[in-house]
Nanobody, 121 residues
Framework: VQLQASGGGLVQAGGSLRLSCAAS????????MGWFRQAPGKERQFVGYINSSGRSTYYADSVKGRFTISRDNTRNTVYLQMNNLKPEDTAVYYC???????????????WGQGTLVTVSS
């Protein structure tokens, strides 16, 4: 599975962005998809995941209530809708695919290249 993340950019605090992650291959619907982020000088951290069917999602406490993950298996794409963005959300955001939904980055086999989100105060 090859993943291509897009949609990053510069936004003011309180604004919104939607990231997309397009996957190649015909087995996208069998993979859980995770989103992670890495802020400058910090380790990569879990943001949230969605299971293969799209019926189940889970989020880190830091983004719960502000971020929403969805997927369209007909388009081989997963989305990360980010609302009420804060300066501390500034990071490179990565999508990842795995057979099972997990919160740890080591569990994910396939990774996208990352897209930068910058939130100004």
């Amino acid at each position: 599975v090859q993943l291509q993340a897009s949609g990053g950019g510069l936004v003011q605090a309180g604004g919104s962005l939607r990231l997309s992650c397009a996957a190649s291959g015909r087995t996208f619907s069998s993979y859980a998809m995770g989103w992670f982020r890495q802020a400058p000088g910090k380790e990569r951290q879990f943001v949230g995941y969605i299971n293969s069917s799209g019926r189940s999602t889970y989020y880190a406490d830091s983004v719960k209530g502000r971020f929403t993950i969805s997927r369209d298996n007909t388009r081989n794409t997963v989305y990360l809708q980010m609302n009420n963005l804060k300066p501390e959300d500034t990071a490179v955001y990565y999508c990842a695919a795995n057979q099972l939904a997990r919160t740890t980055e080591g569990a994910y086999r396939y990774w996208g290249q990352g897209t930068l989100v910058t939130v100004s105060s």
